[in-house]
């Protein structure tokens, strides 16, 4: 008799979704559950009150928070916006591409958007989309939408394609089939620059260095030097934030107007860690650069950076009944990289990709705790760049290029990445280095960028052929 072996998150999984009357693919009742993806655009880990910064008013995110599942250790695909995007798209390590996705797509991969498409998913995509130059009709993307622009308006930068997620929520709320929506604004990106009535809510705010960590310290002394004003600079960034805050409280509050939150999964992260201060002499550059003040918590680095400040972001998750709510999950590492196994897990999907380098961590959402089972890898579109891993409580920064040194961390007592052990741990970074190079040895030889418009024109070209 032959034995068919099941993983312990396969039957949890399935218990789970059983008790809570979510049925598998080929069963009639009832539909999977509704998904709202609301991702956040240069957002610091420690950009949101519920993450600890200091002075921050997010009510409506800590809400989520509150009533689902706060995760600790959740890292992103990529140190930039295309790169992070992909890998939640695609459930690959965006290295993999040897076209840049930002200006070529996704060269005939399967998305998450494709695979819900199938599974009976009505799918929208509202704000940025930074992953290739076609959107409508691609991807198994029903519809899509920039959003009317609302930059410099008492509603904030992102309340226009806000606008167009609610309706699509709207229009297909508690018909036969559900619904997958990104909502992806363009919070915190450069430049920070919202309307006056939203920084004036935090004109009470003086700063206080010391209520930061070391980490961020450097882009406050940088602020300065661009000729900022500490207080005046942290209002603004903190109104553009509430800004993204009041659109999160709309979404909320459409669902549950609606009847649909316990059948509505709603997941709120950031692309990758804050952006930082340009340091030039261009006027504009200085007017809105040293407001540039996104806080990646204890962690060092930010985007562009492969180190925790860079990689780490906030990720919170409600679903009634199925996810701890006021859950605080310490424990499991996860990433964007999982997205698409996950959600497809979770609707029924049977048909996978062969490769994919994402977890199914269903199970995690559903409040397990394990080891995770693949390592997360980093390395930006260049065959030269200095790749990095976690794998278990170590972070291997392997330096590639001249003068630089291999850096490990043993982030279970070093978060902040600040003490180099790899001296003292030589088995570890043998062990690290190998898996590191056997990875990168299936990476390509080269990438194909587009540098100016020509280049992105036949790149257009070629991407619709």
């Excluded at 960034?237 to 709603?266: P, S």
């Excluded at 003040?293 to 400040?309: M, N, P, V």
């Excluded at 278990?392 to 052990?421: A, C, F, I, M």
């Amino acid at each position: 008799m032959r034995i068919q072996h099941v993983t312990c998150s396969a039957i949890l999984l399935a218990v789970c979704l059983g008790a809570f009357g979510v049925q598998p693919a080929n069963s009639a009742e009832p539909t999977p559950p509704n998904i709202v993806f609301i991702f956040a655009d240069d957002l610091g880990y420690g950009d949101l009150a519920c993450y600890g910064h200091p002075y921050a008013k997010t009510p409506a995110i800590d809400r989520l928070a509150r009533e689902g599942t706060r995760f600790t250790q959740f890292y992103v695909a990529g140190i930039t916006c295309c790169p992070s995007r992909t890998g939640i798209m695609t459930g690959l390590f965006p290295a993999r591409f040897p076209k840049y996705m930002a200006d070529y797509g996704f060269r005939g991969r399967v998305t998450v958007t494709d695979l819900l498409k199938q599974r009976g998913y009505r799918t929208g995509h509202f704000g940025k989309w930074h992953m290739g130059p076609d959107t409508d009709g691609v991807y198994g993307i029903d519809e899509y939408a920039a959003g009317e622009r609302t930059k410099g308006t008492p509603r904030g930068r992102d309340a226009g394609l806000f606008d167009s997620a609610i309706d699509f929520i709207k229009r297909h709320a508690n018909r036969d089939k559900p619904f997958y929506v990104n909502i992806w604004g363009h919070i915190t990106h450069y430049p920070v620059a919202p309307h006056r009535s939203l920084a004036a809510k935090f004109k009470h705010v003086k700063v206080d260095r010391n209520d930061f960590s070391k980490t961020m310290q450097h882009k406050f002394d940088e602020c300065l030097q661009l000729g900022g004003d500490l207080d005046r600079c942290m209002q603004r960034y903190l109104g553009d934030v509430y800004a993204l805050d009041m659109q999160v409280e709309r979404v909320l509050k459409t669902i549950d107007d609606l009847g649909i939150r316990d059948n509505t999964i709603v997941v709120f992260s950031s692309d990758h860690g804050p952006a930082p201060i340009k340091l030039g002499k261009d006027k504009h550059a200085k007017e809105f650069s040293r407001n540039m003040l996104g806080y990646a918590g204890q962690f060092r680095g930010g985007k562009h950076s492969q180190y925790e400040g860079g990689v780490r972001s906030p990720f919170l998750i409600r679903w009634p009944g199925r996810v701890k709510a006021g859950h605080v999950d310490n424990a499991n590492v996860i990433s964007g990289i999982d997205w698409l196994p996950t959600l497809c897990s979770i609707a029924g999907v049977k048909d996978l990709p062969k490769r994919l380098d994402g977890d199914d961590v269903s199970d995690i959402w559903l409040g397990a705790t394990r080891p995770r089972i693949k390592p997360l890898l980093w390395r930006t579109s260049s065959p030269n760049a200095s790749p990095a891993i976690r794998d278990g409580k170590w972070k291997l920064h392997l330096g590639k290029r001249r003068g630089q040194t291999v850096e490990l961390y043993d982030l279970s007592n070093d978060p902040s990445e600040s003490n180099n052990v790899a001296s003292r741990h030589a088995d570890v970074v043998a062990r690290l280095t190998k898996k590191l190079n056997a990875w990168v040895a299936q990476l390509p030889k080269a990438y194909d960028k587009a540098d100016n418009k020509a280049d992105r024109k036949k790149a257009r070209k070629e991407r619709r052929q």
